[in-house]
């Protein structure tokens, strides 16, 4: 049985469930370390983005977080996407769940289903009441699953009722005495499945054998694993961009009218000073640097060129956005708001999923960007004179 499916809720769920149809109450928070405290108790949509994300407060609609380490200790009332290194989910979650990590720790109630990729994903508590869709390296179920489990991993251990059916495909099955499969048990695995006393087995069950080290087999592994890796980048990706876009963005509102009204009223003029500025200043720079002529210059232009580069590449979503928006509703104007961010950041992603056309679109966007960056920078620079 084909596998892929487990990795298509992440890569398009997370992104199409994020589209431009939440409240005007919803939050975005990015920086080193975020912390949602229990005081604050936001309503509505959140989005939080950073290298230790702590959500204290119970949420009210859709929590969307990526981080290096992310806990969740209490309550989302809707869906909660997650995203980063350690996560660890304590409180209930109302609906879906689903996660990409490292290492995942699942202890509070999933009133939906629950979605993974991960190294490893440890299921406590309450237990999920829809199904358990899941590839990694080992998963642990303690806890109990009204639907199904499909999985596709290394190790699969189970000690808690599942009330569907169960399918495996990896090296290792095990039953505790907890386990009671309601369902039929399908799996392929290096040997028979290790099945404590007091494990049932209430339907029936096929066994495949398979060997770990089969070139087929190996080459499935691989494919799987880099699925895997896409999902979490596409993840990470998508909500940094996010955050980062809705920070200048919003911050400096003015700034980035005036940038998409530019590049809408003169956009090949700046497309060209865009490539202009990406091609000379860092060969200026290297050429500074490595002669000695002007290390001082030379460094700096070098700096110079990842700064613009940076800002391209956040504000090419807002101006994407913006773009989009006013194309939608007809307009004769152009928005700058947090609705046309979120529209431009996605569609910026799902453009890089696209080979050579996509790339080309978000290379252009870039550039158009850089080149109305340096023409409104280089115009106060005049004015300061």
Do not use: C
Not at 156 to 176: M, R, W, Y
Not at 273 to 283: S, W
Not at 305 to 318: E, K, Q, R, T
Not at 352 to 366: D, E, H, Q, S
């Amino acid at each position: 049985m084909n596998k892929s499916f487990v990795y298509i809720p992440l890569i398009i769920g997370v992104l199409f469930l994020s589209i431009p149809n939440i409240s005007d109450a919803a939050q975005f928070k990015a920086g080193e370390q975020v912390t949602i405290a229990q005081g604050e108790a936001p309503s509505g949509d959140v989005y939080v983005a950073g290298g230790s994300v702590t959500v204290s407060a119970p949420i009210d609609g859709d929590l969307h977080a990526a981080g290096g380490s992310v806990i969740i200790p209490e309550s989302v009332s809707a869906d909660l996407s997650l995203g980063g290194g350690n996560l660890m989910v304590v409180g209930d979650v109302g609906d879906d769940l689903r996660v990409a990590g490292g290492s995942v720790v699942v202890s509070g109630k999933v009133g939906g289903d629950l979605v993974g990729v991960a190294g490893q994903l440890q299921l406590t508590g309450p237990g999920v009441s829809g199904d358990v869709i899941w590839a990694g390296g080992v998963l642990t179920i303690d806890a109990p699953v009204q639907g199904n489990v499909r999985v596709v991993g290394g190790e699969l251990h189970i000690n808690a009722p599942i009330q569907g059916t169960v399918e495996f495909k990896g090296d290792e099955l095990s039953l505790g005495s907890g386990a009671i499969l309601g369902k039929t048990l399908t799996y392929a695995a290096s040997e028979e499945a290790e099945m404590a006393v007091g494990a049932q087995v209430r339907g029936a069950i096929s066994y495949e054998p398979h060997t770990p080290y089969n070139t087929d087999e190996m080459k499935n592994q691989a494919r799987h694993a880099v699925a895997a890796l896409a999902s979490v980048t596409l993840l990470l990706t998508f909500l940094a961009q996010l955050a980062g876009a809705m920070a200048l963005g919003l911050y400096f509102h003015k700034y980035a009218h005036m940038l998409t009204q530019r590049i809408t009223e003169k956009a090949l003029s700046e497309f060209g000073r865009g490539a202009a500025v990406a091609l000379a200043l860092p060969l200026i720079g290297l050429v500074l640097v490595v002669s000695g002529i002007g290390l001082f210059l030379g460094t700096l232009a070098l700096l110079g060129f990842a700064a613009v580069l940076i800002s391209g590449y956040l504000f090419a979503p807002v101006l994407l956005g913006s773009l989009l928006y006013r194309w939608f509703l007809k307009d004769k104007t152009y928005t700058v708001s947090w609705k046309t961010i979120l529209l431009g950041v996605l569609v910026y992603t799902l453009l890089g999923l696209i080979p050579l056309i996509g790339w080309l679109l978000k290379t252009i966007l870039v550039l158009m960007v850089i080149g109305a960056l340096v023409k409104i920078k280089w115009g106060v620079a005049q004015q300061w004179r």
